[in-house]
């Protein structure tokens, strides 16, 4: 299977249940909201219909909440962008960075709200800054700074 067309798993599914009950959206509107994206039920949905889907929950006011915020702002990004998001997120992580620090990288770099929004090519630049940082930080550690 491509993965294009990789269906996405229970964890969005939940998301989507979450969201659809955060903005208080009726069956029929759920309904319609899906097939908008080409899709007849959530099981049906690949990741970029996922993502498509998402952009109209958080335009009808769904805002994630609770500890995995970070997780369902990266989930929801378009498919081939998520092996460079899980990259950067492994970085910050090393770094005990809070992913507000690639937001901000990706808001002084492209003047883009959030990294997840990113295409892959200015992805590689963020990584590439975050790697700038770490390398920084790790000569000013070995001078004693």
Partial sequence: MSTVNRKIGNREKAVIHIAKAQI???ETEYRAA??????????DLTFYQFDKLMKNFKANGFQPTGKKQDQVRTQTAVWDKLPMLKKIAAQLNSMNLHLNYADGIAQRMFNIDAVSWCTPAQLHKVV??????????????????
Avoid at 34 to 43: D, E, M, R
């Fill in 24 to 26: 208080g959206m009726t």
């Fill in 128 to 145: 590439a800054a975050l790697e700038y940082r770490r390398k920084k930080h790790i000569g000013n550690s070995r001078l004693g700074f």
């Fill in 34 to 43: 899906l097939n908008a994206v080409g899709a007849a039920t959530s099981k």
